[in-house]
T-cell receptor, first 114, second 112 residues
């Protein structure tokens, strides 16, 4: 059953703590993306990766970091530098990174601050 | 990337056809119009994409007039399960980043 798996579904972060959100895909897609969604708002791009071992900053990369060591995995770390991390985080993938490619999304991780 | 404008919310009743219009006055030659659907606490799901004229799939139809400055997503005979947020996006076909810009979308409420 192909798709994108995000874990955990819910995550809590303490002050000064780094947390890592997992994203795995078995669609054999080259491109992967991380978005942030705040209540009542659209999605904003954090980072994207067009190919293994390469990634680019999106519109709101400050306070976040990523890695792309394997084609199927694109974990996102929310660092302590991100002062307002409470949001719904969505991972997506597409076959390539051309504009018209359909993006497939995971079910999301909801991050809250304790 | 084309800037899109769509209504914030719409109401409908079960069994009706729903048309959601999206305005994109600055659409460029290489831009496609793409619609995604999002249910609460889930990731968006691709619905349909078009360049001009009419595109139809098993879920919806997309009408894009010749000037391409607007488009209309048509959902036939909606049910309660079609209650969701619908996003209209202008995507640059020649982009090599795959970047999508999501606005607030249109919240569709289907009533019994």
């Amino acid at each position: 059953d192909g798709g994108i798996t995000q874990s955990p579904k819910y995550l809590f972060r303490k002050e000064g703590q780094n947390v890592t959100l997992s994203c795995e895909q078995n669609l054999n897609h080259d491109a992967m993306y991380w978005y942030r969604q705040d209540p009542g708002q659209g999605l904003r791009l954090i980072y994207y990766s067009q190919i293994v071992n390469d990634f680019q900053k999106g519109d709101i990369a400050e306070g976040y970091s990523v890695s792309r060591e394997k084609k199927e995995s694109f974990p996102l770390t929310v660092t302590s530098a991100q002062k307002n991390p409470t949001a719904f985080y969505l991972c997506a993938s597409s076959i390539y990174s051309t504009g018209a490619d359909i993006q497939y999304f995971g079910a999301g991780t909801r991050l809250s601050v304790l | 990337l084309a800037k899109t404008t769509q209504p914030i919310s719409m109401d409908s009743y079960e069994g009706q056809e729903v048309n959601i219009t999206c305005s994109h006055n600055n659409i460029a030659t290489n831009d496609y119009i793409t619609w995604y659907q999002q249910f609460p606490s889930q990731g968006p799901r691709f619905i349909i994409q078009g360049y001009k004229t009419k595109v139809t799939n098993e879920v919806a139809s997309l009408f894009i007039p010749a000037d391409r400055k607007s488009s209309t997503l048509s959902l036939p005979r909606v049910s309660l399960s079609d209650t969701a947020v619908y996003y209209c996006l202008g995507v640059y076909g020649s982009s090599n980043t795959g970047k999508l810009i999501f606005g607030q979308g249109t919240t569709l409420q289907v009533k019994p």
